[in-house]
């Protein structure tokens, strides 16, 4: 560890005490040999159902209906017995997730929408350190815990004593923001002008937020002297499409791909070697399942099952959160032996169904332009409420129109077989939803 970033964690821990422990703890976890890894999770996983047997009402009620108790799970393999979390479950019991001792002043609350649209609400410990992951993220980018940042993101940053607290401990961190709810040309001009006044190292933002800033740059022919380590993308899966004109757009820039969900903001990331994301194991366990909820093999597509193996307060255990993905069974040349997530193609809602009860894949949906990264500047599918399929495309050269369509065309017309209307619609410009681009759209 260097001067600056051991300054940095000094400082933090002002606010949260334990930051150079448990950073260096993560560096040194990331680099155990693979057995030694699976141990450290599984201990951590055997104490976390242990505490909300004991100390959260709605485990222990649930353990209880099934007659199972936490020593039942002695082994990994018996870990499929813990019933699997929905969100409705958090939803209809939500005072019954917070463990005993916690009380309120102990909680930070965090809302989504998801693609369902209905809304959930979780608690997390706001005394625990939740930036560890990021701060591995930075090391594995090359780049110091408070560099400068270019942050297009929703919301707007704190104010008042919390902000200058904040500014205190990052300094002499310089950020920079843009709310990816509320962009318009103006406001991307204005973020431009102060990206190159502080030439942030990380740019963090919204996907589709960040992909209409790319748009701007390219439109305008706007160019850089410099580029930041990584363009850190979130909230969506990101296509072949994207990430080869934003990376374009910011001078040829890395794209790093995090994956993460409200509920659980730091799951996986890639590195520098791209190879996948690296699951954090040593504080999330990831299992991927079929449709009868049994674990599948490596490279094979299932629902995403999550448990935090670090939140106490409001433990979450098994929880589907609606994703889908696969584990790789290779592992990365980088050297470090946390495990490696397939790119999450998509939701589970995101799949399309055909009158006989095929199903199109998010998965390959969002794969179908990968080869045409030069003509395409965007895309979406959209099933409407009769099952009939849209496919918008947005080219950067109208001219080449005919090709794109004759290519896209005959791949999803074996597919979809003459079931449903299908069609093609050449757009100049597809709309964000509050900076998050969806790609496959349901109309129910």
Same mark, same amino acid.
């Given at each position: 560890? =260097?001067?600056?970033?051991?300054?940095?964690?000094?400082?933090?821990?002002?606010?949260? *005490?334990?930051?150079?422990?448990?950073?260096?703890?993560?560096?040194?976890?990331?680099?155990?040999?693979?057995?030694?890894?699976? @141990?450290?999770?599984?201990?951590?996983?055997?104490?976390?159902?242990?505490?909300?047997?004991?100390?959260?009402?709605?485990?222990?009620?649930?353990?209880k209906k099934l007659d199972l108790h936490p020593n039942d799970i002695s082994k990994p393999e018996y870990y499929a017995q813990v019933p699997i979390l929905k969100r409705q479950d958090i939803i209809c019991n939500f005072e019954k997730f917070i463990a005993k001792g916690t009380g309120?002043?102990?909680?930070?609350? #965090?809302?989504?929408?998801?693609?369902?649209? @209905?809304?959930? $609400?979780?608690?997390? %410990?706001?005394?625990?350190?939740?930036?560890?992951?990021?701060?591995?993220?930075?090391?594995?980018?090359?780049?110091?815990?408070?560099?400068n940042i270019a942050s297009v993101y929703r919301g707007l940053p704190l104010g008042g004593l919390k902000a200058l607290a904040l500014g205190g401990i990052n300094w002499p961190q310089k950020v920079i923001r843009l709310d990816a709810t509320q962009i318009t040309p103006d406001k991307?001009?204005?973020?431009?002008? *102060?990206?190159?006044?502080?030439?942030?190292?990380?740019?963090? +933002?919204?996907? +589709?937020?960040?992909?209409?800033?790319?748009?701007?740059?390219?439109?305008?022919?706007?160019? !850089?002297?410099? *580029?930041?380590?990584?363009?850190?993308?979130?909230?969506?899966?990101?296509?072949?499409?994207?990430?080869?004109?934003?990376?374009?757009?910011?001078?040829?820039?890395?794209?790093?791909?995090?994956? +993460?969900?409200?509920?659980?903001? &730091?799951?996986?990331?890639?590195?520098?070697?791209? $190879? +996948?994301?690296?699951? !954090?194991?040593?504080?999330?366990?990831?299992?991927?399942?079929? =449709?009868? %909820?049994?674990?599948?093999?490596?490279?094979?597509?299932? $629902?995403?099952?999550?448990?935090?193996?670090?939140?106490?307060? !409001?433990?979450?255990?098994?929880?589907? =959160?609606?994703?889908?993905?696969?584990?790789?069974?290779?592992?990365?040349?980088?050297?470090?032996?946390?495990?490696?997530?397939?790119?999450?193609?998509?939701?589970?809602?995101?799949?399309?169904?055909?009158?006989?009860?095929?199903?199109?894949?998010? @998965?390959?949906?969002?794969?179908?332009?990968?080869?045409?990264?030069?003509?395409?500047?965007? &895309?979406?599918?959209?099933?409407?409420?009769?099952?009939?399929?849209?496919?918008?495309?947005?080219?950067?050269?109208?001219? *080449?129109?005919?090709?794109?369509?004759?290519?896209?065309?005959?791949?999803?017309?074996?597919?979809?077989?003459?079931?449903?209307?299908?069609? #093609?619609?050449?757009?100049t410009k597809i709309e964000s939803n509050k900076g998050k681009l969806r790609y496959i759209i349901k109309e129910n």
């Amino acid at each position: 560890m =260097n001067f600056n970033d051991y300054f940095y964690l000094q400082r933090y821990s002002i606010a949260k *005490k334990g930051a150079i422990l448990a950073y260096n703890s993560a560096i040194k976890h990331q680099h155990l040999d693979e057995s030694e890894l699976k @141990e450290l999770s599984w201990q951590k996983t055997k104490k976390l159902l242990m505490h909300a047997y004991e100390n959260v009402e709605w485990y222990h009620e649930t353990f209880k209906k099934l007659d199972l108790h936490p020593n039942d799970i002695s082994k990994p393999e018996y870990y499929a017995q813990v019933p699997i979390l929905k969100r409705q479950d958090i939803i209809c019991n939500f005072e019954k997730f917070i463990a005993k001792g916690t009380g309120s002043k102990d909680l930070n609350y #965090i809302t989504t929408g998801g693609s369902s649209g @209905e809304p959930l $609400k979780i608690g997390v %410990n706001k005394h625990r350190i939740r930036e560890v992951q990021k701060w591995q993220m930075f090391n594995w980018w090359d780049t110091p815990l408070n560099a400068n940042i270019a942050s297009v993101y929703r919301g707007l940053p704190l104010g008042g004593l919390k902000a200058l607290a904040l500014g205190g401990i990052n300094w002499p961190q310089k950020v920079i923001r843009l709310d990816a709810t509320q962009i318009t040309p103006d406001k991307i001009k204005n973020f431009i002008t *102060k990206y190159k006044r502080i030439r942030p190292k990380i740019i963090h +933002g919204y996907v +589709g937020a960040v992909d209409a800033i790319a748009d701007y740059i390219l439109e305008y022919n706007i160019t !850089f002297d410099f *580029k930041p380590n990584a363009i850190w993308l979130t909230a969506a899966p990101v296509t072949k499409v994207q990430e080869s004109k934003i990376s374009k757009a910011f001078n040829n820039a890395s794209i790093c791909d995090q994956y +993460g969900c409200s509920e659980i903001y &730091f799951i996986a990331s890639e590195c520098t070697h791209k $190879k +996948g994301l690296h699951i !954090f194991a040593d504080s999330v366990k990831l299992e991927i399942v079929d =449709n009868s %909820n049994k674990i599948v093999d490596y490279n094979q597509q299932g $629902k995403i099952i999550l448990t935090n193996l670090d939140e106490y307060s !409001f433990p979450l255990i098994r929880y589907e =959160n609606g994703d889908e993905g696969r584990l790789l069974k290779e592992r990365c040349t980088c050297g470090m032996s946390l495990p490696l997530l397939g790119k999450v193609k998509g939701r589970i809602s995101d799949n399309l169904i055909l009158p006989d009860g095929t199903i199109l894949s998010g @998965e390959y949906l969002t794969t179908i332009f990968d080869d045409y990264t030069d003509i395409v500047r965007q &895309f979406q599918i959209v099933q409407k409420k009769d099952l009939s399929i849209t496919v918008k495309i947005c080219l950067y050269d109208i001219n *080449k129109s005919h090709r794109i369509n004759k290519e896209i065309y005959k791949q999803l017309e074996t597919r979809i077989d003459k079931q449903v209307p299908f069609k #093609i619609e050449i757009v100049t410009k597809i709309e964000s939803n509050k900076g998050k681009l969806r790609y496959i759209i349901k109309e129910n």
